[in-house]
């Protein structure tokens, strides 16, 4: 599969506070190869989905998102342009070189602060590939398990991209292993990261600070008091 990618990056504003367009358009070979997108500042506005013919946007309503009713349209006439383009490089490079860049080890993490028995969600990254995407393989104790929901690739302003995907940890365990595995073109085997739960336990530190703090006060108490006799006796 070749791959050919225009990726148009727009500043706006002052040098203090300003804002960057970024407009994504990809071609390959396959015709389920393709993409156009775009976003600002790095959040993707919308993205056209040639499987249903139409622009889809990503951002919430109450996030007051930009609408495009035309770009659809115009997604599928750089589709066109793309395509020439991309026999004229093949034609002139005497094919194109596949670019591979392997993710680096997935990051994981959990959403919230575990709790014994308390659902959460165990979030895993990958970041710095490319071609998109990867694939996601989670296990719990060495067993595996289905992944809850994985994420589109989002571009960054360096050509990679990142993705995220997650699993729900319904009554979480201390001592359970978890892993996330990437697969890649540009990995010769899985990148793949441990988790095991374990609980933050109850600190001491504060218990201790109050002992000692009480401790102290009544030795001044008593200290206090013996002088105070001590006084009254001299008069």
């Given at each position: 599969?070749?791959?050919?990618?225009?990726?148009?990056?727009?500043?706006q504003?002052?040098?203090?506070?300003?804002q960057?367009?970024?407009y994504?358009?990809?071609?390959?070979?396959?015709?389920a190869?393709?993409?156009?997108?775009?976003?600002?500042?790095?959040?993707?506005?919308?993205?056209?989905?040639?499987?249903?013919?139409?622009?889809?946007?990503?951002?919430?309503?109450?996030?007051?998102?930009?609408e495009?009713?035309?770009?659809?349209?115009?997604?599928?006439?750089?589709?066109?342009?793309?395509?020439?383009?991309?026999?004229?490089?093949?034609?002139?490079?005497?094919?194109?070189?596949?670019?591979?860049?392997?993710?680096?080890?997935?990051?994981?993490?959990?959403?919230?602060?575990?709790?014994?028995?308390?659902?959460?969600?165990?979030?895993?990254?990958?970041?710095?590939f490319?071609?998109?995407?990867?694939?996601?393989?989670?296990?719990?104790?060495?067993?595996?398990?289905?992944?809850?929901?994985?994420?589109?690739?989002?571009?960054?302003?360096?050509?990679?991209?990142?993705?995220?995907?997650?699993?729900?940890?319904?009554?979480?365990?201390?001592?359970?292993?978890?892993?996330?595995s990437?697969?890649?073109?540009?990995?010769?085997?899985?990148?793949?990261?441990?988790?095991?739960?374990?609980?933050?336990?109850?600190?001491?530190?504060?218990?201790?600070?109050?002992?000692?703090?009480?401790?102290?006060?009544?030795?001044?108490?008593?200290?206090?008091?013996?002088?105070?006799?001590?006084?009254?006796?001299?008069?």
């Amino acid at each position: 599969m070749k791959l050919l990618v225009l990726i148009l990056l727009i500043l706006q504003g002052s040098a203090q506070d300003f804002q960057e367009d970024m407009y994504i358009t990809a071609c390959s070979d396959s015709d389920a190869d393709k993409e156009d997108m775009y976003g600002l500042t790095g959040e993707v506005l919308y993205n056209a989905d040639f499987d249903q013919k139409k622009e889809v946007y990503t951002l919430p309503k109450f996030g007051d998102p930009m609408e495009c009713p035309g770009c659809y349209g115009l997604a599928v006439g750089n589709q066109g342009i793309c395509q020439g383009n991309l026999n004229i490089v093949r034609e002139a490079l005497k094919d194109l070189p596949l670019q591979l860049d392997p993710p680096g080890a997935p990051l994981l993490y959990p959403r919230d602060h575990l709790r014994p028995s308390k659902p959460n969600t165990l979030v895993c990254e990958a970041s710095g590939f490319y071609p998109a995407p990867v694939n996601f393989t989670w296990t719990r104790d060495g067993l595996t398990l289905s992944s809850d929901s994985v994420s589109q690739a989002y571009p960054q302003s360096d050509g990679t991209f990142t993705q995220f995907s997650t699993i729900e940890l319904l009554q979480p365990e201390e001592g359970q292993v978890y892993s996330c595995s990437l697969e890649h073109p540009a990995l010769k085997e899985p990148a793949t990261r441990l988790w095991t739960v374990q609980f933050q336990k109850p600190s001491l530190a504060p218990s201790v600070f109050c002992a000692v703090g009480l401790t102290l006060g009544l030795v001044g108490v008593a200290v206090g008091t013996f002088f105070l006799v001590k006084g009254n006796e001299c008069r």
